[in-house]
């Protein structure tokens, strides 16, 4: 009912940018937050960056400084710009939303399909 569509990703060289895009689509009467996460072979899932409603935002502690995030409430769109990247940074990149369907409704978090981010030292 909801699609989370990932967009941007692609090999950099370290030290580089990118930007990531993740548009929200089907029924969605209001979105909470949208944020991106991370995960490495071998690793699990953290968190990147998440922007919420009010505009608040929060950053993993190995991105801050280096990674943006931004949205489009207008588009339900959210942005993620990645500067100074770091072969640390590889991983594929997912986008999540917790969105409310219908007014009233329960929040439901979900998934985009991933993007994979690489970085090369």
């Known amino acids: 009912q909801v699609q989370l569509v990932e967009s941007g990703g692609g090999l950099v060289q370290a030290g580089g940018s990118l930007g990531l895009s993740c548009a929200a689509s089907g029924s969605i009467f209001s979105i909470n937050f949208m944020g991106w996460y991370r995960q490495a072979p071998g690793k699990q899932r953290e968190l990147v960056a998440v922007i919420f409603s009010g505009g608040s935002t929060n950053y993993a502690d190995s991105v801050k400084g280096r990674f943006t995030i931004s949205r489009d409430n207008a588009k339900n769109t959210v942005y993620l710009q990645m500067n100074s990247l770091k072969p640390d940074d590889t991983a594929v990149y997912y986008c999540?939303?917790?969105?409310?369907?219908?007014?009233?409704?329960?929040?439901?978090?979900?998934w985009g399909q991933g993007t994979q981010v690489t970085v090369s030292s």
């Open positions: 999540n939303a917790g969105v409310m369907q219908t007014s009233g409704s329960r929040l439901l978090s979900y």
